[in-house]
């Protein structure tokens, strides 16, 4: 086997190892389906730090739309996140991509004072608590550890998680890789605070 191939087999593992963490983060904690009438789809914000939503919030906004389910009686869907750098919190500036770029007429909510996705999860909870089933939607391991969160704070509300469409095979793959290293790492960090948390309550 000639160096060329080992290559093109090592960059394919890789790429491979990179999709089934996505694959496998965009389940966990996660049902395929509830009997419901009613959902809440909840998008979380990253960073924008001018007038309008930046690329990875314009894809989570994409991501997000495509999670809803139109066969249901309601659908809720959710903008979380504050300010931040910018001069507009990051929850408005995708809800106007949202409504002006992609459409989307039905029904926004808008939570503009989180800071951190604790606070993002803690924040939308009065908004959510209504929704026979509850998507979270953002790169598939934050959504992971937003899931998480929500299991520590409202157990019940956990319990109507469904999984949102925020993954799909073959989108933006080179970056997958980098992302699953970050990811794994801070569900790591995230998974021994809760613990710690457990532990000292």
Known sequence: MNRKTLVA??????????????WRASRALTRA?????TEAVVVLGYRDT???ANVLNRWRVRAALRSVDS???GTTVIFSGGSGAASVPEAVLMADYAVKA????GKIEVETESRSTWQNVENVVPL????DQIKI???PLHAQKARLYLRELRPDLAGRLVRAADYRLGEAWPLKPLFALYGLRDLARTQRKLA?????S
């Open 50 to 52: 001018g007038e309008q």
């Open 71 to 73: 066969t249901l009686a």
């Open 33 to 37: 389906s509830l009997p419901a009438r």
């Open 128 to 131: 959510i608590e209504h929704a």
């Open 9 to 22: 087999l090592g960059l394919f593992g890789v790429a491979a190892w990179g999709e089934f963490v996505h």
């Open 102 to 105: 992609c459409g989307f007429t």
């Open 196 to 200: 710690s948390r457990g532990e000292a």
């Open 137 to 139: 939607v953002s790169n």
